[in-house]
């Protein structure tokens, strides 16, 4: 028999198996009908006439499904119908798409009778494959259709890999003549995202007040996951104040996009990706909520953006920790009183309010992760997927630890839970990770867009944070630690290359565990230990020392990704559940500030801050506290009711005894109050060295004075209480809320922070 009539006998056997499966799909009223719009992944290897086999490994794109809802054949064996709509997968030197003639029908059949799978799946497909650089203009068919089959255990069928490995499959071109084969064909069938902009804002730890860089620009990173840079004309970036409906004013615009990606593999240079840059340098952006866009202009698929709404100031009002650097952990004795020094830049009318609170680091803190490899995914893109991978167990985490759902394709608890290597597969389509890497915008943007896929509750917050210092360490720490969120972090590698150009090697990682160090009274250091997806390394170990390279820049002493030295540790990625059960993120909120207080911290003083780059002073009393590391935060509320915050990094050690402990010293000041919380009166303890007048005054949150408890009353050395009972000056009851006692004494000035409930 010809080829040819091969060929117009394989038409016959299509058309009536498309009949059939028409008739399948569309006849019954009992089968409901879905379309899902799914991402297909191919490798293939294809034998092309006078070159010889040649492998293409990343051919991906979106695909049109329909397909009935589960129904039992006559044997009680579990049937599904399914046929392919529409298809479109490329790379750069390959295009493959559904041939317009005959369909592609499919079906899946559970192995044992019932509704329980895993199932048989199939699909018969007939392709449109085009080589522009072999046969350019050219549209190679096969006429006999690829017998596709995997194993599945849900529908829609994602994470299944369909596979052919038999004959080879004849490819021709529109003559009729053949050119080319089929050897193997393997596709996955993944989550589809539709393409998305994505905005971020770097801003003052835990609040929404934008930070400047050294040239006092604010920065806003950006990125449009599921079309390639390449694909990018430009990306605008403009702001309008917050609430206006009118149109947003221009203000950068990138035409580069190029930027470093954490990859593992692949050294990418410096650049900066898309990104705008706004200088607040004048009026009207001083003290305002703003919001700032960017859109991406991609002309083979439209305009895309997305908004972030941020607190501009030329002078923001971020407190500053005075005499204890950024660089160093402090170290204090404890049974000891110290002044904490501090100050406001910011312009201020009117007093706002500073308190102090700490919170102890304990001795070591671990939380099991899901350990998944990255080179185990099964993609074209698994040696440079440490991005997806790290937050694919970050999620496992949260799905083992009260979100199961997460765990769920698309949030359905009534369907298997995915794997960790499921959840990898999906991430980098959502986080648009190529071959290249993954861009840090595009982590956040994936994280939150599974997070919506997955129907989770609202409320999660994504946001990405550099780590230059010991002091951005403690933020690190603190926000594993104290909030039970998680944690992904960034190593990076530097190494020059030929020419003197500067390559970045970046890998993304989940910190799993740190541990605290303790080599004499006054030192101290820390070993940390992660989720390493290469190879899905442990979590229990902590065996990397932080260090510093000679720049200072904390590091990981032992792991290096190069093997040119110790990786730097260069920001983190937080992961954060809803708090209370869910509310608005912080990239919907107006408000640029967040609560005083946290659980688990201790409140150490309270004052009033004077704002204007004037030295204001609050006072830890160290007795109570046992020896170890700490963090210390600074808070304050200037006079418009804007909270921000700084934190440190502080050692409390066992004082020296030069001191007779039988006469320990008498200090002034507040001990504290008790009970607190209360309700309905409070004891407040003090101590006074010397003989000497006392004042003590009760003020609310806004720094106004509600009670005058001693007012310059003669008192002798030594350790004294007096009672609040919850009255103000003209003896009314005050409400529930956060009260300040200062105390003024011997020259020295103390404060106690108090809360009402009634």
């Known amino acids: 028999m010809s080829d040819r009539k091969c060929a117009s006998l394989f038409r016959l056997v299509i058309i009536l198996l498309a009949i059939f499966t028409v008739i399948s799909l ?13 991402m297909k992944r191919v490798r293939c290897v294809i034998d092309i006439s006078g070159l010889g086999p040649v492998e293409f490994t990343n051919i991906s794109g979106p695909c049109d499904l329909v397909y009935t809802d589960p129904y039992l054949d006559p044997d009680d064996y579990v049937m599904i119908d399914t046929e392919i709509l529409a298809m479109d997968l490329m790379d750069d030197i390959i295009f493959v798409r559904l041939n317009p003639g005959p369909v592609s029908p499919g079906n899946c059949t559970s192995l044992t009778p019932g509704i329980d799978f895993p199932a048989e799946s199939f699909f018969d497909v007939m392709y449109e494959v085009e080589l522009p650089d072999h046969f350019p203009g050219e549209l190679l068919i096969n006429y006999e259709p690829m017998h596709l089959t995997s194993i599945i255990d849900q529908y829609p069928p994602y994470f299944s890999s ?3 490995f038999d ?3 004849l490819l021709y071109n529109e003559g009729g003549t053949e050119v ?8 996955q069938i993944l989550p589809w995202y539709e393409p998305e902009a994505h905005i971020m804002c770097t ?8 930070m400047l860089n050294d040239l006092g620009q604010i920065e806003f990173p950006a990125s449009l996951n599921g079309i390639d840079d390449a694909d990018i004309e430009y990306a605008e970036f403009g702001h309008r104040p917050f609430g206006d409906t009118g149109p947003f004013t221009p203000f950068y615009t990138d035409f580069s996009g190029e930027g470093t990606r954490a990859s593992t593999i692949n050294p990418m240079g410096t650049g900066d990706g898309w990104c705008g840059y706004f200088e607040p340098g004048s009026e009207p952006f001083e003290e305002q909520v703003w919001e700032c866009r960017v859109g991406f202009s991609a002309p083979e698929h439209g305009f895309f953006w997305d908004t972030v709404h941020v607190y501009v100031d030329p002078t923001p009002p971020i407190p500053t920790f005075t005499g204890h650097d950024r660089d160093s952990i402090g170290v204090f004795e404890v049974d000891s009183f110290f002044d904490i020094t501090y100050k406001l830049d910011d312009g201020m009318t009117g007093p706002g309010v500073a308190e102090i609170q700490a919170f102890p680091l304990i001795q070591s803190f671990a939380r099991p992760l899901t350990t998944i490899d990255q080179l185990g995914l099964g993609t074209p893109l698994d040696e440079a997927s440490c991005g997806p991978t790290s937050a694919a167990s970050c999620l496992k985490y949260f799905a083992d630890n009260g979100y199961p759902a997460l765990d769920n394709p698309g949030g359905d608890e009534n369907k298997p839970n995915q794997s960790g290597e499921d959840i990898a597969r999906e991430l980098q389509g959502a986080m648009g990770t190529d071959s290249t890497g993954t861009k840090n915008a595009g982590m ?5 867009k599974y997070l919506e896929e997955h129907k989770a509750a609202t409320g999660w917050e994504v946001s990405s944070h550099p780590v230059d210092n010991d002091t951005d360490l403690a933020a690190m720490f603190r926000e594993m630690e104290a909030d039970s969120e998680d944690v992904l972090v960034c190593l990076q590698d530097t190494s020059t290359s030929g020419g003197g150009k500067i390559d970045t090697m970046g890998h993304w990682v989940t910190l799993g565990s740190r541990e605290q160090i303790k080599h004499s009274a006054d030192s101290t250091s820390q070993k940390i230990d992660f989720m390493d997806p290469w190879e899905g390394g442990s979590t229990a170990d902590n065996k990397y020392d932080v260090g510093e390279d000679e720049n200072g820049k904390p590091t990981t002493e032992g792991y290096n990704l190069d093997g040119a030295g110790n990786a ?8 954060s559940p809803p708090k209370s059960g869910g509310g608005g993120g912080s990239r919907s909120s107006r408000a640029p500030g967040s609560p005083s207080f946290d659980p688990g911290w201790i409140p150490i003083d309270a004052g009033m801050v004077t704002g204007n780059g004037i030295e204001d002073t609050l006072h830890w009393d160290t007795s109570g506290f046992v020896p170890g590391l700490y963090l210390l935060e600074v808070i304050t509320t200037d006079d418009q009711g ?3 915050r700084d934190l440190r990094m502080c050692l409390l050690i066992d004082p020296s005894t030069d001191a007779d402990p039988e006469t320990p010293e008498i200090k002034t000041g507040l001990h504290g109050t008790y009970p607190n919380p209360f309700n309905p009166t409070t004891t407040i303890v003090y101590s006074i060295e010397r003989d000497g007048p006392v004042t003590m005054a009760i003020y609310d949150i806004a720094g106004r004075r509600v009670r005058l408890l001693m007012d310059g009353k003669m008192t002798e050395a030594g350790r004294h209480t007096i009672t609040w009972d919850g009255f103000d000056n003209n003896g009314r009851r005050v409400s529930s809320g956060v009260y300040f006692c200062r105390f003024f004494g011997a020259e020295q000035t103390s404060s106690s922070k108090m809360i009402l409930l009634r």
């Not at 569309?26 to 799914?38: I, P």
């Not at 801003?203 to 934008?210: L, N």
């Not at 730097?568 to 992961?575: L, P």
């Open 26 to 38: 569309c006849s019954s009223d009992t089968f409901a009908q879905n379309e899902a719009k799914v």
């Open 180 to 187: 080319a084969a089929i050897l193997e064909w393997e596709e």
């Open 568 to 575: 730097r540790i260069v920001g983190y990625i937080k992961v």
């Open 167 to 169: 004959h080879p499959i």
């Open 162 to 164: 369909y596979v052919y």
């Open 642 to 644: 804007f909270t921000c």
């Open 203 to 210: 801003t003052a730890y835990k609040s929404e007040v934008a």
């Open 444 to 448: 956040v943007s994936g994280i939150k």
